[in-house]
């Protein structure tokens, strides 16, 4: 746990240092995009790579949808209750 307190600490660090350097900032944009490209690419990989969760992927798929929906019905009523409370002009 140290070392990615330590590693985001180090990275918060050198973007304020950083921070007037737009042309690193917009490089950094595109890096991050495809650092989580191969992160979703390389987390399938694993996943289809083990017998356990393949064979019962047909039960964790109904699950994960019904928590899917769940989430989403969820963000979508908090968003307008607080669009309704703090950013409604009456």
């Known amino acids: 746990m140290i070392t990615v307190v330590s590693i985001m600490a ?50 964790l798929g109904i699950v994960a949808l019904i928590v899917s929906i769940g989430a989403i019905i969820g963000s979508i009523l908090t968003g307008f209750v607080v669009f309704k409370l703090f950013f409604k002009n009456d």
């Open 10 to 59: 180090g990275g918060m660090l050198l973007g304020f240092l950083l921070r007037a350097k737009q042309r690193f900032i917009s490089g950094n944009e595109k890096l991050i995009t495809y650092a989580i490209y191969l992160l979703l690419f390389m987390m399938g990989v694993s996943i289809g790579s083990n017998e356990q969760i393949m064979n019962s992927l047909s039960t």
